[in-house]
């Protein structure tokens, strides 16, 4: 496969998976805080969900989705487990405090 047709259809897959999981993952963490009586629709909480979810979405793309996806170039490689981490962390903290920015 030549490596603009690869990028192309990378770009799409990437699409994809931004749509598809960003919605289920959305709408699982609005199933949670439902379950707590909480209502993060129409408030700034809500874009905080928005970002840590494409946070999640993109260490895991670059963890590990890009290995298995259309585009095989030289320079995909793992993000740093430090960096990773500090992603990670910042995107529960921006869950957990969600709720109270109205």
């Known amino acids: 496969m030549k490596k603009g047709l690869g990028a192309g259809l990378e770009l799409i897959r990437i699409a994809i998976i931004l749509l598809i999981s960003g919605g289920l993952l959305g709408g699982l963490v609005n199933l949670i805080y ?34 298995s996806g259309f585009y095989k170039g030289d320079q995909i490689v793992k993000l740093p487990r430090i960096i990773s981490t500090i992603l990670i962390s910042s995107s529960i903290i921006l869950l957990i405090i969600a709720p109270i920015i109205r």
């Open 34 to 67: 439902a379950g707590f009586g909480i209502n993060v629709d129409d408030t700034n909480g809500a874009w905080l969900v928005g970002v840590s979810i494409l946070i999640i979405l993109f260490v895991l793309y670059r963890n590990k989705l890009q290995f």
